[in-house]
């Protein structure tokens, strides 16, 4: 499901109105007699109901009186509440508003007095106040508004957008629409896959206006959402006659005293993906607890730093042991002690296969060993926002702000695959794509389970999936499997237990493939 920015939108609308001959107010007919159809399929015949629809001066409003009107012509009791003046409005806006029956009542909201003796009881309401242009922080009559339309305790729908919400984000511009369903126009804007937007979106459906596939095409946009859909057909395939050596060795560099059980649940990642083999570099006198808690992986005992945590000295055994690998996880539980950091940078810079940097990597990771293979060899980090905010030198809330330019910024200047962490994951190429994951819940917050995430990633790499589709399928896969799980029950179950779900996880993507 292709996802877009305003001005991407903006770009498809200008293009179509030029090139297809289609006029904006014919652009504006259909997304409201769109929004119309999907208002009949969620709440049934209209006729008789109690409809109020709040529009506000702009192309949005314009919108809305389109629905207005259908819905009026369909036996509905609209009541139109309009946040400006006729003469205020734009071109488009106007035309439909002219076009509005005569006997449809409409009145205006001109202060927040008004609205505070705003008497209005029905059905449904349909918020068409402020569309995607919004770029400050609602205020005055228009937060009056949106209180009175979040406190009426009927079903809202958003008309593209709930009102007030950063279509590009997902921030919220101070107060904002609850909308229980959102009738988005052309195609999802990135906000509402986003969070906080998420919660205010309700039911997302997407309204064919008529803007032709081949103008999508030339806008060149890679960004989509993560839906069922799209990770099945990222999913290896696999052969009857396939065995443990067809489906790839993942190496493990991780763990350190007091941190065995990530590097244990990132072997466990990459064998549960479906990985053939998975080997692990560990601190020798930390070995038998490898040994004794993950029976189906390899070890490779590690002298390092005492035998208690992994250092340099150790690259060349590491390298050794890479020779038949396609693919590295490197970081979890692994320390920063000098030695160590010395380690990870030097795997980075040198070593050919594809790795998923995690965790203590991360807190390691000197940018510039990233340089000299920019472009050439796959590196994949996957920071939470705190992570990020070192990498990047920015605060944790502005990173949050604008999750998908920061991830899509330091993968086009370092080369890098980025996963951003947290609710709707953000994966960013160097190639300009950009995804964001639909799957996963609240429960998932909790130790270990980034582990997990980064040997199921490096697990399907050695599957030979393309690094940014392995990316995508890993991340959604492993939300997946923390929503089979909250099925019974919230929140309380383990990064181990997520682990063991994942076949059933595969087992559900091959059914839609």
Same mark, same amino acid.
């Given at each position: 499901?292709?996802?877009?920015?305003?001005?991407?939108?903006?770009?498809?609308?200008?293009?179509t109105?030029?090139?297809k001959?289609?006029?904006?107010?014919?652009?504006?007919?259909?997304?409201?007699?769109?929004?119309?159809d999907?208002?009949?399929?969620?709440?049934?015949?209209?006729k008789?109901?109690?409809?109020? @629809?709040?529009?506000?001066?702009?192309?949005?409003?314009?919108?809305?009186?389109?629905?207005?009107?259908?819905?009026?012509?369909?036996?509905?009791?609209?009541?139109?509440?309009?946040?400006?003046?006729?003469?205020?409005?734009?071109?488009?806006?106007?035309?439909h508003?002219?076009?509005? /029956?005569?006997?449809?009542?409409?009145?205006?909201?001109?202060?927040?007095?008004?609205?505070? $003796?705003?008497?209005?009881?029905?059905?449904?309401?349909?918020?068409?106040?402020?569309?995607?242009?919004?770029?400050?922080?609602?205020?005055?009559?228009?937060?009056?508004?949106?209180?009175?339309?979040?406190?009426?305790?009927?079903?809202?729908? $958003? @008309?593209?957008?709930?009102?007030?919400?950063?279509?590009?984000?997902?921030?919220?511009?101070?107060?904002?629409?609850?909308?229980?369903?959102? $009738?988005?126009?052309?195609?999802?804007?990135?906000?509402?896959?986003?969070?906080?937007?998420?919660?205010?979106?309700?039911?997302?459906?997407?309204?064919?206006?008529g803007?032709?596939?081949? @103008?999508?095409?030339?806008?060149?946009?890679?960004?989509?959402?993560?839906?069922?859909?799209?990770?099945?057909?990222?999913? /290896?395939?696999?052969?009857?006659?396939?065995?443990?050596?067809?489906?790839?060795?993942?190496?493990?560099? %991780?763990?350190?005293?007091?941190?065995?059980?990530?590097?244990?649940?990132?072997?466990?990642? #990459?064998?549960?993906?479906? %990985?053939?083999?998975?080997?692990?570099?560990?601190?020798?006198?930390l070995?038998?607890?490898?040994?004794?808690?993950?029976?189906?992986?390899?070890?490779?005992?590690?002298?390092?730093? &005492?035998?208690?945590?992994?250092?340099?000295?150790?690259?060349?055994?590491? =390298?050794?042991?890479?020779?038949?690998k396609r693919?590295?996880?490197?970081?979890?539980?692994? &320390?920063?002690?000098?030695?160590?950091?010395?380690?990870?940078?030097?795997?980075v810079?040198?070593? /050919?296969?594809?790795?998923?940097?995690? %965790?203590?990597?991360?807190?390691?990771?000197?940018?510039?060993?990233?340089?000299?293979e920019?472009?050439?060899?796959?590196?994949?980090?996957?920071?939470?926002?705190?992570?990020?905010?070192?990498?990047?030198?920015?605060?944790?809330s502005?990173?949050?702000?604008?999750?998908?330019?920061?991830?899509?910024?330091? =993968?086009?200047?370092?080369?890098?695959?980025?996963?951003?962490? &947290?609710? #709707?994951?953000?994966? =960013?190429?160097?190639?300009?794509?950009?995804?964001?994951?639909?799957?996963?819940?609240?429960?998932?917050?909790?130790?270990?389970?980034?582990d997990?995430? %980064?040997?199921?990633?490096?697990?399907?790499? #050695?599957?030979?999936?393309?690094?940014?589709?392995?990316?995508?399928?890993?991340?959604?896969?492993?939300?997946? $499997?923390?929503?089979?799980?909250?099925?019974?029950?919230?929140?309380?179950?383990?990064?181990?237990?997520?682990?063991?779900?994942?076949?059933?996880?595969? =087992?559900?993507?091959?059914?839609?493939?």
């Amino acid at each position: 499901m292709k996802i877009c920015s305003t001005a991407q939108m903006r770009f498809l609308e200008a293009k179509t109105i030029a090139e297809k001959k289609i006029s904006g107010s014919q652009l504006m007919e259909n997304a409201g007699k769109g929004t119309v159809d999907l208002i009949l399929a969620y709440y049934g015949d209209c006729k008789g109901k109690r409809i109020a @629809v709040f529009a506000g001066p702009g192309n949005n409003g314009g919108d809305g009186f389109v629905v207005a009107r259908h819905l009026h012509l369909l036996g509905a009791r609209v009541t139109l509440f309009l946040l400006s003046t006729p003469d205020r409005l734009g071109p488009d806006a106007a035309f439909h508003f002219k076009l509005l /029956p005569a006997d449809l009542q409409w009145s205006t909201l001109a202060a927040e007095e008004d609205v505070a $003796a705003l008497a209005w009881q029905g059905d449904i309401i349909v918020d068409a106040l402020l569309g995607t242009g919004l770029n400050r922080q609602v205020s005055g009559v228009f937060k009056r508004v949106i209180e009175f339309i979040n406190n009426a305790e009927v079903p809202v729908v $958003a @008309v593209d957008i709930p009102s007030g919400l950063n279509a590009d984000s997902g921030c919220l511009w101070g107060s904002c629409v609850k909308a229980a369903l959102t $009738a988005t126009y052309g195609l999802v804007k990135s906000g509402l896959v986003q969070y906080p937007g998420v919660d205010y979106v309700g039911e997302l459906e997407v309204v064919d206006i008529g803007i032709p596939p081949k @103008v999508v095409a030339q806008a060149g946009i890679n960004s989509f959402s993560i839906i069922k859909e799209v990770a099945a057909s990222f999913l /290896p395939p696999r052969k009857s006659m396939d065995h443990k050596g067809s489906h790839g060795h993942v190496l493990v560099v %991780a763990g350190s005293r007091g941190k065995t059980g990530a590097a244990l649940l990132a072997g466990a990642g #990459a064998l549960r993906s479906g %990985a053939g083999l998975v080997s692990l570099c560990v601190p020798e006198k930390l070995n038998s607890i490898f040994e004794g808690h993950c029976l189906e992986a390899m070890t490779l005992p590690l002298a390092g730093l &005492g035998g208690y945590a992994l250092a340099n000295s150790d690259y060349g055994a590491i =390298a050794r042991a890479a020779g038949n690998k396609r693919s590295l996880v490197v970081g979890p539980g692994l &320390g920063t002690a000098p030695e160590t950091a010395a380690l990870v940078n030097q795997l980075v810079r040198h070593l /050919p296969q594809p790795l998923v940097l995690d %965790a203590d990597a991360l807190n390691t990771l000197d940018l510039e060993s990233l340089v000299p293979e920019r472009g050439k060899r796959v590196r994949i980090i996957t920071p939470h926002p705190g992570e990020m905010a070192r990498l990047t030198g920015l605060s944790s809330s502005k990173i949050q702000n604008d999750r998908l330019q920061v991830a899509a910024a330091f =993968a086009r200047e370092h080369g890098v695959i980025v996963v951003l962490k &947290g609710a #709707a994951t953000v994966i =960013a190429g160097p190639d300009n794509r950009l995804a964001v994951n639909s799957s996963g819940n609240s429960g998932m917050g909790s130790g270990g389970m980034g582990d997990v995430l %980064a040997g199921v990633i490096a697990g399907l790499l #050695a599957q030979n999936v393309e690094p940014f589709q392995a990316v995508c399928l890993g991340v959604y896969a492993h939300g997946l $499997a923390g929503d089979i799980l909250a099925e019974t029950g919230p929140y309380g179950y383990l990064a181990s237990e997520l682990a063991a779900v994942l076949p059933l996880v595969w =087992a559900e993507l091959h059914g839609v493939a």
